[in-house]
């Protein structure tokens, strides 16, 4: 099965910051209620599937004291001067 871009950019960003998805999980779950606690396997599941909800990744990305910009893309075949 390959890897799709989200799998592989949180993979990314998860080693850079010296982390595991155990790790980030078990933070996440520290931040959620009682009923809404989620599972290593639930997290890497949506993942690999590429259907991870918005929201679960902003919550990763704040386990990861990172932030998520959108940037507008540069038109193809236009460049600086």
């Known amino acids: 099965m390959r890897t799709n871009p989200i799998h592989r950019q949180i993979k990314a960003n998860i080693a850079q910051s010296g982390m ?6 078990n933070r996440m779950n520290l931040k959620r ?3 809404n606690q989620t599972t290593i396997q639930n997290i890497s599941n949506k993942i ?6 918005y929201s679960e990744i902003l919550e ?3 386990v ?5 910009i959108w ?9 600086d001067v």
């Open 20 to 25: 595991t998805l155990t790790e980030v999980v």
């Open 33 to 35: 209620s009682n009923n």
């Open 48 to 53: 690999m599937r590429g259907t991870i909800k």
């Open 64 to 68: 990861l004291n990172m932030k998520i």
């Open 71 to 79: 940037l507008e893309k540069e038109e193809e075949g236009v460049r």
């Open 60 to 62: 990763i990305a704040s």
